[in-house]
Structure formats: C-alpha cells, structure tokens
C-alpha cells in the first residue's frame, strides 16, 4: 500500500548512547568505582563497562596477584586511564594514582618489550607533545585477541590490532602524554596550541602510512600552494604516478597504524614499510605484518562441534561447506571492505579429514577452511601546475626647456621608464587511492593496448576504430510525435577518444516524491522500522557518494534501470506530444539538482522505464514525459523510446548497449493483485486511457504490453545475432529471474556479457563465478537501492550494508570491474567480469 515515511528528524548522534554508557559507569564513592570487563577489540572503552562494581585498588589488587600475563595488566590499566582521564570530577589525585599504578605495571618488563629510540617532541613539562609513529610505544603479547583494548580519541594510549604470528598473539601500545622513556632528544619547550598539536600529529601519522583509510572513498587528498617571485617560463608538469605494492591485509593489519589519533588517526591502514615497522615493534613485528593475514577469524569458514570456534557456531558455511567428505570451498569470495581493503578474500588453507574430525586450537572440527584478503596496492598520483602573472608598470616623466633667440621655442622631453614583476604560483595537489592488485593489472594492459594505437603525433590511429565522424555526444533522432515511434531506434555510435581507464555509474530505483525540503522516499517498509538519518535521505545519500566518486573517478555517463520517480511516475497523464514537455518540478528539483558537481554535471543519463514510472498499480501516469525530455533544452537525458540501442565506441574496443523495457513482468489482468499490477482494474479509473500510443483502456493494458515484449523479444535477438562488439550489455528495469527461461537462452546464444536491472531494492551482484547464478557466466547487477523507495531491510546508520547504494563500471576491453558502494562510501562488492562466448564458439566481436 502507498504510504508516507515518517517526518524528518536530526538522526541521534551516534555519540548518544556513549555518553549514557560513560554516565551510567562513573564513581559514585569517594575512592572511584568503575567496572571493567575486557571483552572482544575494536567497541569503544564505554561499551565494555559492566559486569559488578568493585574498587579501583582491589581491582589493581587482583590483578597484580593473578597470574595473567603483565601485558593484561596493561591493557587494564590503559583501560581505567582511557576512562577516568576525563572526568574533572575524579580529580588529579585519581589521575596520579593510575598513573603511578601503570608505570608500576610496565616496569616489570614481563609481557612487554620496549621499543627502540623513538623521536618524541617535548612540552615544557616534559610531556611529549608529538610522538611520530616510529617511537615510544611498547610491543607486547597476549594470550588472546580478546585482551587487546582500542583506542579512543583524546585518549592517553593508542593501542594497535591484534596480530597473530605462529601461534601467538601480539599487539603495541604507544603513550601519548607521558614523558618519553626513549633516549631521544629533549626539544625545547613549546606552546603550540591544542589544535596545532593535533594537526602535527596527523601529519606525522600520515608520512608514516603507506596505505590511506578506504573506509569512504579510498581516496587521501592533500594539496598546499606556494608562492614564488621567481621568473621562469610558464610550465606545466605532467601528473606522476608511483605505485607501491603491498602485501596480503586483514582488518587487523589496518588497524595495526599504532597511533590513532583523535579525529585525525588514520583508521584502516597498515604499515607495510619495513623501516616504520622495524622502529615501532622491533624486528619480530615485520614478520609479523608480513604474516599477519594468516589466521584472521573473521576470514574463516568451519563447521564445528559444540558451537566451540573462534566465531561461535558454524562459520561463513556459503564460502565453504557441504554435507560432504571434503568440502566445496570457493576459492574467492566477497567480502565487507571494512575487512580487506580489496573486498575481497581468496582461500589460502582447508584442513579436513575424510571420515573424521579435525582439531583446531582446543576445537574440534568437520572442516576449518582459512581465508586471507585479496592484496591491494597504494598508487600516489602528484600534479604540480605553474602559473605565471606579469605586471607591467610604466613611470613617465617629462621635462620643459626653453631657448630664447629671435624665435621663442619651448621643447618637451618625456622618457619612459617600464618594470616588469613576475610571480609564479605553483599548486602541488597529492591524490593517494588504494587499487588492488587485479586493478592495477587491468590498468597497466589498457595502458599497453592504448600506447600500441597511438600514431607518431599522439593521435589514434585507424586501429583504434574510432571514427572521424564518430561523435562523442548522444545523438538521437528528431523528437517524434507519439512517444512510441522510434521504438527499436539505434542511435548513431558515440566515440570517447580520451585514454583509459574510463567509468560509468549504474543506478536504479532513485527518484523519490517531491517535498518542500526536496525529495523524500517512497515507504515500503513499516514505520516502526524507519531509520531517521538515512531512510529520509536516501536519495541524497547515495547521489552525495556518486558525487564524491565522481570527482576522482569521473563517469563518461550513467545507467539508469528505471523506476525515475515515486510513487507514480511523471505526476500527469500520458498521451501529450512527444515534443511537449509538461513541467512538474519533478525532473529540475528530483534530478537536476540531486545528481550534479564536478565529474558529474552534464554526463548523460541513459535509461530505460521501471513499472513506477508507468503508475506503479496503473498505467496512465506520465511515462512518456520521461522520453520526451530526452528533446528538453540541454538536456542530458537520454531515454528516445522505450527500447532502443547504441554502440559506444573507446580506443581499441567497444560496447553495444540493449535497453529494453520488460514491465510486461508487471502487467497482469484486471482483477489480479491490485497492489502490484499496471493493469489493475482497482486502481485504473475506467476512462484511463493514454490515446493513440498506450493501452487504450484497462482491458486492453495486459494485451499491450504482451505486444511490446514480443517484439523486443524478436528485435533483441536480431540485434544481438548481429553484434559484433566486444562487450554485449542489457539495461532494463526487472531482474532475469522474471522471465528465466528467456534470459537463459539468449545468454548462452549469444554471449550476453552484462546485464544490469533494478525493481528490487537492494544491491546484489552475482559474478561470472557465482555458483547460485544460474546465469554463469553471464554477470548480472540488481541495483535497486537508488533511494527513492526505502529499501527491503532496515540500513545500518554507516552504510555498511547493501540496502542503498550505486554500481561503478570501469572498461577495459578484456575485463569490466564491477564495484558496488554503498549510501556510507564503503566499496561493499567488487568482481571482475570477463567476456562471454557465444554458444557457437565464436567471440562476440569477430
């Protein structure tokens, strides 16, 4: 049923249950009570807190006669730090105290082992006022990963993740605001600021790294602008590029930076330079990063007994299982980006026993399958422009003589003086992404095939097959007069002549309903469920990411699977001129002002007509406005008919795109299911009727739509049979399982590479590799989580899910990656999608 979303209301800061937490847990007697219970790394300090209240001296007490390790006592004792540092209330003497008790606790060495000289700066105390990240820390180990605590920010340690290395587990803390006990030199004393110590801290942080957080956009971007008064020519250098390879991560790897620091601390690196590693943990930690990926839990797949593994009962059983001897293991699967930056993990180790269990670690086990993350690489991309301004100033000066003879004469002299000032400016801007190492692969072939079709000068050459007359922009025919004309229309070939890598958004599902405050989604889902913060701004949510991809990855254009505009479509009813375009304010305040900025203003929109834009449970809604902006002035939409085709053309290979409306799926008769039908006979008045280019009335509407599809049936398969781009892909709004069988054949016949569809709102992606694709190898998309419906589950407030988001095409000619990115930034699914060939054995593009 068609229903409102709640009003909007600012989302509660995530905060908020933080400070009931840390509210709920302070002292309430005079010597300081505090609960504290170590439980499993990376929640905050405040989440632990539980469990019964006991003294902060009997707690020490306790700890000091047990035999846990010292390094637990630390973790304890950085612990009660982390929490009573801020409170005023507690006072100086309770600081004193815990930090009295904490050196207490480091000095017996056990557990711990100190760093070598570290490079601290020093305030006039004698505090340190920056610790860069290769010193005053110490390397421990622990018995488990779940005694290791997590940094906070402003808090007085930084503490690193938990790596495991032959068995045993290790972590590093480093201290923030405690003299320095390394030998290093004392600096003088300073008065920098709060905010100035906090900006050299990150900094430092950050030339210690060498792989930027990607928990948003994958991308650092720094830039500065320096001012010269010297004259030189004006230049201008060219982008350099230089690429780092790194080892296989885990999240433990990233979260191992060893200094977090406040807002600025560089979550979901690693440090993968040998010498930062050998200055912070001693030599065993290299080895240690280099293994660190080996034993992740979180990357693992069993079946257990007695729900005794590391992750509870049976673990991530559709990587690897079955009720069989040895089991299926897929030898790459997905995975959340907030574990490995690629997102994407490969199986590096299965240990099973035909007949019998296996014993891991104290468990007892059908199978233990480990997996490790697919390794990425850092590229760091520097371009440097130089301006030059000239100023001319010219001086005058005159001067009057006068000679007295028998003719009086008066003579003026002037002499011109000019200087010239010239000031070169020079802005250096840094980009640093992280690319996996398939990515760069694919880069660096299209980077080989491009050079090979350069011609002396620069320019393509016939190789490239890009003709002279080829244009780069869409151009489809004259507007017609009904908006079912050109049906079946092949656009001219569209040729981008710039070199590679070339990108292309997908989208589905995104237009929501017109507010007074802009657009506002579609509810779909009980109220009671309703997330404030993200179901309200969906829409603007997913179009703020493609924005921010968009200006490092710019696409050449975007594909749209339909259903533009919630709940109905085109607020008005069909059946105007094609070249009449009805202003709504749906398209300026619901596209033209969502989907815009740099990398993404102006770039075509190329789509095709979801069921919503028919009416949702009627068929008399404005979808043939939707065509017929196509012709509005600037226009960058372009949707001629409601299935049509284009080739576009790059250097050295091509697509041939097929966008084909399959609302048939939707239609059915009159008296069937009212909620979802176009040709419902509840919700079609009995005059509704879109003339001469729709169904004429609602006994004709099931009819009519069965027309359109067989012809696109036949069309589609005419035009595929004579295909011969090196890529065949399909753009329409209903997934391949409404109407399989067709699907299947067409697929295996003729080699459909790619097929890209909405309607279900969510974000799937099933690979060529898939084994519950039962289009494999032919990839297939669902990217209904545009935003202008809420979504078919609740969304996690940071985007860490596949409920709203948008797909990213990168182009090469012999592999298209595949990246789904979420309403929060992250990169929730990647695959490399390779060609498809035809049934008969040939390569579509011969």
Not at 279 to 306: C, G, M, N, P
Not at 476 to 497: E, H, K, M, S
Not at 561 to 566: A, H, M, P, V
Not at 599 to 624: A, E, M, Q, S, T
Request: aromatic share 8%.
């Amino acid at each position: 049923s068609l229903h409102s979303c709640p009003s909007r209301a600012p989302a509660r800061r995530a905060g908020d249950a933080m400070e009931l937490l840390r509210a709920g847990s302070e002292s309430s007697d005079e010597e300081g009570r505090i609960g504290a219970v170590l439980l499993p790394a990376r929640r905050p300090f405040a989440a632990r807190l539980g469990g019964p209240v006991v003294s902060r001296s009997a707690l020490l007490s306790r700890i000091r006669r047990s035999a846990v390790p010292s390094v637990l006592v630390l973790a304890v004792s950085a612990a009660l730090l982390a929490v009573w540092h801020g409170r005023t209330r507690a006072g100086e003497a309770r600081k004193s105290l815990l930090r009295a008790t904490r050196w207490l606790e480091i000095s017996s060495g056990a557990g711990c082992e100190r760093c070598p000289v570290g490079n601290c700066v020093r305030d006039h105390d004698g505090s340190c006022r920056v610790f860069h990240a290769h010193g005053g820390g110490y390397f421990c180990q622990v018995e488990s990963c779940n005694m290791v605590p997590v940094s906070e920010a402003n808090a007085l340690y930084h503490f690193s993740g938990c790596w495991n290395y032959r068995g045993h587990f290790f972590y590093a803390v480093q201290e923030v605001n405690f003299p320095c006990q390394a030998e290093e030199e004392t600096a003088k004393p300073s008065s920098t600021s709060a905010s100035t110590r906090r900006t050299t801290t990150h900094e430092a942080t950050v030339t210690t790294t060498t792989r930027p957080s990607t928990t948003t956009t994958s991308t650092l971007a720094t830039s500065t602008h320096t001012t010269t008064h010297e004259v030189p020519a004006p230049t201008t250098t060219r982008p350099g590029t230089t690429t780092t390879e790194a080892k296989p991560e885990s999240i433990s790897d990233r979260e191992a930076s060893g200094s977090r620091q406040g807002e600025g601390a560089q979550q979901g690196t690693r440090l993968s330079g040998s010498s930062s590693i050998l200055s912070i943990f001693d030599k065993v930690a290299a080895e240690v990063a280099d293994e660190a990926a080996d034993h992740d839990a979180r990357l693992t797949a069993y079946w257990d007994l007695a729900d005794c593994g590391p992750n509870g009962d049976d673990s991530h059983v559709e990587w690897c299982g079955g009720l069989i001897d040895e089991p299926f293991c897929q030898n790459e699967v997905p995975v959340d980006t907030d574990l490995c930056i690629s997102g994407k993990a490969f199986l590096s180790n299965v240990l099973h026993k035909k007949g019998s269990n296996v014993q891991v670690r104290g468990c007892t086990f059908i199978y233990y399958a480990q997996y490790e993350c697919v390794p990425t690489t850092t590229t760091t991309t520097t371009s440097t422009v130089t301006s030059t301004t000239t100023t001319t100033t010219t001086t005058t000066t005159s001067s009057t003589s006068a000679t007295t003879t028998t003719t009086s004469t008066t003579g003026t002299t002037t002499i011109s003086t000019t200087t010239t000032t010239t000031a070169t400016s020079t802005t250096t801007s840094t980009r640093t992404t992280t690319t996996i190492v398939e990515e760069r692969q694919m880069f660096e072939s299209l980077e080989k095939m491009e050079s090979k079709l350069r011609g002396p000068d620069g320019s393509w050459s016939s190789d490239a097959g890009l003709g002279w007359d080829c244009s780069s922009k869409f151009q489809p025919p004259p507007a017609p007069y009904l908006a079912t004309t050109l049906n079946g229309v092949i656009l001219p070939d569209v040729c981008f002549r710039t070199h590679g890598p070339h990108f292309v958004h997908i989208i589905a599902d995104w237009g929501g309903m017109l507010g007074k405050d802009g657009p506002y989604p579609a509810c779909q889902r009980p109220k009671k469920l309703f997330v404030k913060g993200v179901d309200d701004y969906a829409q603007q949510r997913v179009a703020n990411q493609m924005a921010s991809r968009a200006r490092i990855r710019s696409p050449d254009y975007v594909l749209n699977g339909g259903d533009n505009f919630y709940w109905g479509g085109i607020d008005t009813n069909c059946g105007a001129p094609a070249q009449t375009i009805i202003p709504t304010g749906q398209l300026e305040w619901n596209f033209e002002k969502v989907y815009k900025g740099e990398g993404l203003d102006g770039k075509p929109w190329l789509g095709v007509l979801g069921n919503h834009d028919y009416g949702g449970f009627r068929f008399d809604r404005g979808w043939d406005q939707l065509i017929s902006y196509t012709w509005g002035a600037g226009s960058r939409w372009v949707m001629p008919a409601q299935y049509w085709a284009v080739t576009v053309r790059y250097p050295g290979f091509s697509v041939d795109y097929f966008f084909l409306d399959t609302n048939h799926f939707n239609a059915k008769e009159p008296d069937a299911d009212p909620e979802h039908n176009i040709c419902s006979g509840e919700h079609n008045s009995k005059k509704a009727t879109c003339g001469m280019e729709g169904p004429q009335n609602v006994s004709e509407c099931l009819s009519w739509f069965g027309r359109l599809w067989d012809k696109q049936q036949v069309w589609l398969e005419d035009h595929l049979n004579e295909s011969r781009a090196d890529w065949q892909i399909v753009v329409t709004h209903f997934p391949p399982y409404y109407g399989r069988p067709f699907w299947e054949r067409m697929a295996k016949t003729y080699g459909i590479d790619f097929i890209i569809t909405g309607h279900v709102h969510v974000q799937e992606l099933h690979t060529n590799d898939d084994l519950g694709n039962f289009l494999r190898p032919t990839a297939w998309i669902v990217s209904g989580g545009g935003g202008g419906i809420t979504s078919e589950d609740a969304p996690d407030p940071e985007g860490h899910d596949d409920q709203y988001g948008f797909f990213e095409l990168t182009l090469t000619k012999d592999i298209i990656e595949v990246q789904g990115i979420s309403h929060g930034g992250s990169i929730r699914r990647r695959a490399f999608v390779r060609p498809r060939r035809r049934s008969d054995g040939r390569d579509a593009s011969h």
